[in-house]
């Protein structure tokens, strides 16, 4: 995955807004990101330790750890400009600005 993105959602249980942040991440990966991408999907309440690594307090949480800097975004994933922004992804196609 030298030229991709490695994101890791924190949700919490099989709620509705677990799975809406489930499914609107998805879509933008599969939209804006083709497939230079992995999504690593976290349920805090079956591996709370994995939230308590990266100081996760509240749900959803989406960490970009790849490439640097890390970035995260907390709560609704919705607006996907905002989720590309945030986390300083380039939509394929874009390029570099």
Same mark, same amino acid.
């Given at each position: 995955?030298?030229?991709?993105?490695?994101?890791?959602?924190?949700? !919490?249980?099989? =709620?509705?807004?677990?799975?809406?942040?489930?499914?609107?991440? /998805?879509? +933008?990966?599969?939209?804006?990101?083709?497939?230079?991408?992995?999504?690593?999907?976290?349920?805090?309440?079956?591996?709370?330790?994995?939230?308590?690594?990266?100081?996760?307090? !509240?749900?959803? =949480?989406?960490?970009?750890?790849?490439?640097?800097?890390?970035? /995260?975004? +907390?709560?609704?994933?919705?607006?996907?400009?905002?989720?590309?922004?945030?986390?300083?992804?380039?939509?394929?196609?874009?390029g570099h600005a």
């Amino acid at each position: 995955m030298a030229s991709g993105y490695l994101l890791r959602l924190f949700i !919490a249980g099989h =709620t509705p807004r677990s799975r809406r942040a489930i499914a609107d991440l /998805r879509q +933008i990966c599969q939209e804006d990101l083709g497939g230079r991408y992995a999504l690593e999907v976290i349920d805090v309440i079956e591996n709370p330790e994995a939230a308590e690594h990266e100081h996760v307090v !509240a749900t959803p =949480t989406l960490i970009k750890e790849l490439p640097p800097p890390v970035r /995260r975004i +907390i709560g609704d994933l919705s607006d996907h400009d905002q989720v590309l922004h945030s986390l300083a992804l380039i939509p394929v196609g874009r390029g570099h600005a």
